[in-house]
């Protein structure tokens, strides 16, 4: 009910846009015509016409497999014309006849001349008809919607509803059109400059709706595809903590990984840099580069780095998997494997990634959470090691920063899982039949089929089980693991359509084979923006854990 209530409130927002203008003249003149029905005919021939448009779009673009983007693009087409049309005296007359002479045919229509329902019907159908092409991009909006749901009753009720909305303010109009005339008389004089002032508007916004980006993208500098981190020395830290402390103690450590155990204590003298990590966290994945490459530089030069890999989810624990991500991602530094988070605790941290800086007499003098500052923290590297000279750039690809309205880290275990959005709500520690959501807001996740939720993650109990996204980013990477051990095989839809060049480097031919836990990319976009994106999974016993976004 509060997606048909949405839809509802999106058609009846028309009001405020100039979609209203080309119909507006029509509606008044055929209200003012006939009988006191009429106006209730036009309003029922206006939801039906447009109900019936936007159905029948669903099954020839389901049909014929069209692109939405396609839709967008033409109708942003139809959107220019029609104000192209509107900015001409002598377009504009000839559409303005074309719409009488519609209005009058509907006049003739049926035997009911007294209160003209059934004729009013005939307009309203007409109108529809020739204010689709108006709310072209609003239309082609809603469409993607519709062909988004899941049961054909769910599209009538949503397109319905919309239609209602728009509906609703043109019923206003029809039932007080003669009082309206004679109060803005004023208007009434002056309609042909009101009419290409709403032209040049309509023209505006149907270029930018489709060009905006690019041409934002004029004024914008280009960004580099490396980041050349080219710290200069300083004679003091860059950054530096306020009030350096004794490095605390390395506790509770399961098992280390390219080291013999280490005791911070023992490494006085040196140069410590601590990373907590975890191997499924994109954020901590971007640094490795950088972590590495120091490594290499300056290990013979006193700098020692312990990587502390901290588990945010259960799998992570395995240190088999911690060797993996260990050789893929190319780390020679020691790992110590923290599976009880005592040394997180120990440091009092509270960040993946987290870098400690400890100089020669064991002192934390510098600390950063998450991405960036990599050229401050060489530095204070260098500095501490005493190296004066100039480093060459580290040409490392660079990260997409993050955009504002982008699509930001989800978890789906019931623990710390938000915008869901699906029929029932999530049902902790429970195998459950979902239903998913109408009308899928941005940012939102919904669930159709049988899936058993716990506090890290959710499986998928039965086959074709589906996870869908409504995600606005450039890529996109989600955590993933199998529940017996066996690969499970998924497959991935974007905007209804194979991802084609779309597709993540885990995807092979529209589909993923998850073999193990561990980060997945499904989607690489050219550009950040809004997309639908559908997994299904062809067996029982598919995990899934966080979606991450970004580069």
Known sequence: MLDILLSFLEGLALIASPCILPVLPLVLSTSIDGGKSRPFGIIAGFIVAFSA????????????????????????????????????????????????????????FGTDNKGGFLSGVVIGCLIGLVWTPCAGPILAAVLVQ???????????????????????????????????MKRFGFLTQHTTAIRKIFAIL?????????????IQS????????????????????????????PAPKLTGIQAWLNSNPLVLSDLKGKVVLIDFWTYSCINCVRTLPYLTAW???????????????SPEFEFEKNVDNIKAAATRYGIEYPIAVDNNLSTWLSFQNQFWPA?????????????????????????????????????????IPAATPTTQGETT?????????????????????????????????????????KWKVEAQKITSARTNATLRFNFTSKNVFLVLGTADGKPKTLTLKLNGQPLGTNAGKDVQGNTVIVTGHALYELVRQGEIRNSLLEITAAQPGLEAYAFTFGN
């Open 409 to 449: 880290e989800t978890y789906l275990g019931s623990a710390r899982a938000t915008h869901f959005d699906a029929n029932p709500d999530l049902q902790p520690d429970e195998t459950t039949e979902y239903r998913a959501a109408l009308m899928l807001p941005e940012h939102h996740w919904t669930l159709s089929g």
């Open 202 to 214: 309509i023209i505006l916004s149907a270029i930018y709706l489709g060009f905006g980006s690019n």
């Open 53 to 108: 448009f936007v159905l029948l779009s669903r099954q020839l673009v389901e049909a014929f497999h069209i692109n939405t983007d396609n839709i967008r693009y033409a109708s942003l087409a139809l959107l220019f014309a029609l104000g192209f049309i509107l900015l001409f005296d002598t377009l504009s007359e000839g559409f303005s006849r074309l719409t009488q002479g519609a209005a009058d045919f509907g006049s003739k």
């Open 146 to 180: 519709v062909i988004r749901q899941q049961t054909d009753l769910q599209s009538i009720l949503v397109t319905v509803a919309f239609a209602l909305g728009a509906g609703i303010p043109m019923f206003i109009i029809a039932m007080t059109g003669r009082t309206l």
């Open 295 to 309: 490594d290499h530089r300056y290990r013979d030069k006193g700098l020692v780095i312990i990587g502390v890999h």
């Open 355 to 395: 870098h400690y800086l400890i100089d020669q007499n064991g002192q934390v003098v510098y600390m950063h959470s998450g991405e960036g500052d990599y050229d401050i923290t060489e530095n204070n590297i260098r500095y501490l090691l005493g190296i004066k000279s100039k480093p060459e750039a580290l040409e």
């Open 218 to 245: 004029l004024f914008q500098q280009p960004q580099p595809s490396t980041i050349q981190a080219e710290p200069q020395f300083t004679s003091q830290l860059e950054k530096p903590l306020a009030t350096p402390y």
